[in-house]
């Protein structure tokens, strides 16, 4: 288990995503090790308070030099509002981390899926790295719920991936105006999936997430293990 610290880390880089979401690099003071799946906090210093907010890694836990964040902008909340606000590129933040519950290191099934809903999948992202470089992964399927086409994030890694034979991914778009993608909901596109001896990752906001644990209950597999990231 990699040990908690505190430290300072400094926003290298960052880059859009979508409409409303961004990637921050962050370039830690010292070495930062981590299981994919673990989540920092972090201190921004606002008009002589100290913001904190949680933010899941979405980088590759190969790397401990930099990491990247996945963030979305929440229009009535108090600190995402403030990064859009300004340019914090060179900015110096206090951290804590990597926290977490070693998400990756208790996923050990051949068959793991990925399940995140919106920002969600930035988290999904360093995961679906760390599987990949199992030998004995069998199969991965990630899937992405996202409100439009706009917002897919990281489609361009996820659409890379989707080459190794192993891996299946999928995206689903709420807007249903649209008809590229299946729309509505993720749970509304599992059919086809054989949950038993899996691995469930689900991570996103508490109700989406609960919502398709309830579904995929349902479905009774046998041998599957949730794991369950909620964004509150
Ligand atoms: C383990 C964990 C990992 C996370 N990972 C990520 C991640 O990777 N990416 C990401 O974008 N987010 C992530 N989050 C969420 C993140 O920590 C923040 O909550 C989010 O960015 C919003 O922060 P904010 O300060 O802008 O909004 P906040 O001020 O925290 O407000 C959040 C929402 O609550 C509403 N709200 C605030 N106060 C009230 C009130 N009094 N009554 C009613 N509603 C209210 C606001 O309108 C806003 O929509 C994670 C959270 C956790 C717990």
């Not at 969600?120 to 360093?126: D, F, I, L, M, Q």
């Not at 719920?145 to 917002?151: A, H, K, L, S």
Request: hydrophobic share 35%.
């Amino acid at each position: 288990m990699n040990p908690i610290k505190q430290l300072a880390g400094t926003i290298t880089r960052v880059r859009e995503l979508s409409p409303s979401a961004r990637e921050y690099t962050i370039t830690p003071s010292e070495p930062f090790p981590f299981t994919a799946g673990a989540f920092v906090n972090t201190f921004f210093e606002h008009n002589g308070k100290t913001i904190r907010r949680a933010f899941s890694i979405s980088s590759s836990d190969s790397d401990t030099n930099t990491f990247t964040l996945s963030i979305r902008l929440s229009l009535q909340g108090e600190l995402t509002p403030l990064l859009w606000e300004r340019d914090f590129t060179g900015e110096t933040i206090k951290l804590m981390g990597p926290l977490g519950l070693n998400t990756a290191d208790k996923m050990q099934a051949k068959k793991i899926y990925l399940f995140g809903f919106g920002v969600g999948a930035g988290v999904v992202k360093s995961l679906a790295d760390h599987m990949m470089r199992r030998s004995e992964l069998v199969s991965l399927t990630l899937v992405t719920g996202n409100r439009t086409i706009e917002e897919i994030l990281h489609k361009d890694y996820f659409d890379i991936i989707a080459t190794d034979p192993r891996v299946t991914v999928k995206y689903v778009v709420s807007d249903t105006n649209q008809t590229i993608y299946p729309d509505g909901y993720i749970q509304n596109h599992i059919r086809d999936y054989d949950f038993n001896n899996a691995d469930i990752y689900i991570c996103g906001q508490g109700v989406a997430c609960n919502a398709l644990q309830t579904v995929i209950a349902n479905h009774q597999p046998r041998n599957c293990q949730f794991f369950i990231e909620d964004f509150h």
